[in-house]
């Protein structure tokens, strides 16, 4: 079984459906621009978390949160340290959560710099989803899946 931490790279779109993962081409992925204190360091704090992921939230996909292992209370963090990886607890939980997902980068609010973290966002399903490009495409198809990448005469939906 391939590791999800090698297919979820920057802005790629995965979807889990019935225990498989395939990725999906044409989904519009949302940026990820984080607000920081006006300080020496540019530090993220509480709010500025809470509002990246309302957000998301207003674009249709939710922020995983609580994922880091970074030491402090980050329970209601979305933020994952770039040392971090979809590994362990984490891809489990994805591969037992259907839906479309996407790890991201996070930039800095006004001069739109790498923070250097990134996060983790779902979507139940792409009904809604911004499309680019034209139609959602999912890739590859193997053996015994229809063109889509979905078990013969199966829908995601």
């Known amino acids: 079984m391939r590791s999800l931490d090698a297919?979820?790279?920057?802005?790629?779109?995965?979807?889990?459906?019935?225990?498989?993962?395939?990725?999906?081409?044409?989904?519009?992925?949302?940026?990820?621009?984080?607000?920081?204190?006006?300080?020496?360091?540019?530090?993220?704090?509480?709010?500025?978390?809470?509002?990246?992921?309302?957000?998301?939230?207003?674009?249709?996909?939710?922020?995983?949160?609580?994922?880091?292992?970074?030491?402090?209370?980050?329970?209601?963090?979305?933020?994952?340290?770039p040392s971090e990886y979809v590994g362990g607890p984490l891809e489990e939980h994805i591969r037992e959560t259907p839906g479309l997902w996407v790890a991201v980068a996070v930039y800095a609010e006004g001069d739109g710099q790498p923070t250097g973290y990134w996060a983790i966002a779902h979507r139940e399903s792409t009904d809604g989803a911004e499309q680019v490009g034209g139609p959602v495409r999912w890739n590859p198809a193997p053996a015994g899946y229809d063109r889509v990448g979905l078990p013969l005469g199966r829908s995601p939906r």
Request: with cysteine; net charge negative; hydrophobic share 40%.
């Open 7 to 81: 297919m979820l790279s920057i802005d790629e779109v995965i979807q889990v459906w019935d225990e498989h993962v395939f990725r999906v081409r044409g989904i519009r992925v949302p940026e990820a621009m984080i607000a920081t204190a006006d300080d020496d360091c540019g530090s993220i704090l509480d709010e500025h978390e809470q509002a990246l992921i309302a957000d998301f939230r207003r674009q249709g996909w939710e922020l995983e949160t609580g994922w880091t292992s970074q030491q402090g209370n980050h329970r209601r963090s979305p933020l994952m340290h």
